[in-house]
């Protein structure tokens, strides 16, 4: 199982960034996939996830500024990052749970991870 994730990069406050989950070697349209960031010093933290029925979950700390939506053709979910914020600056991993049908929150919950995108937002 591999994921990749791209989109990152450097924004004004205000401003939008898209991020792309790319997965391989998994039944993508079965899984649950996750977005989490992590900050410097800081620990990995739950942003948001899209069920394999499209229902899709954001943390209190992204809701109203960030859309998840996933393209099962393409094997791919999107993270729309709208209104950006300095706080956002984080490395970007999207994730893959063990279990399909989850609905995981907790880094833990996940076994197949992307490398990372930074984001970084300006004030």
């Known amino acids: 199982v591999q994921l990749q994730a791209s989109g990152g990069g450097l924004a004004q406050t205000g401003g939008s960034l898209t991020l792309s989950c790319e997965a391989s070697?998994?039944?993508?349209?079965?899984?649950?996939i996750g977005w989490f960031r992590q900050a410097p010093g800081k620990e990995r933290e739950w942003a948001s996830y899209?069920?394999?029925?499209?229902?899709?979950v954001l943390s209190d700390s992204v809701k109203g500024r960030f859309t998840i939506s996933r393209d099962n053709a393409k094997n791919t979910v999107y993270l729309e990052m709208n209104s950006l914020k300095p706080e956002d600056t984080a490395v970007y991993y999207c994730?893959?749970?063990?279990?399909?049908?989850?609905?995981?929150?907790?880094?833990?919950?996940?076994?197949?991870w992307g490398q990372g995108t930074q984001v970084t937002v300006s004030s």
């Open positions: 899209i069920t394999s029925t499209d229902s899709a």
């Open positions: 994730a893959a749970p063990l279990i399909i049908g989850t609905l995981p929150r907790e880094p833990f919950e996940y076994a197949y």
């Open positions: 070697g998994l039944t993508f349209h079965y899984y649950t």
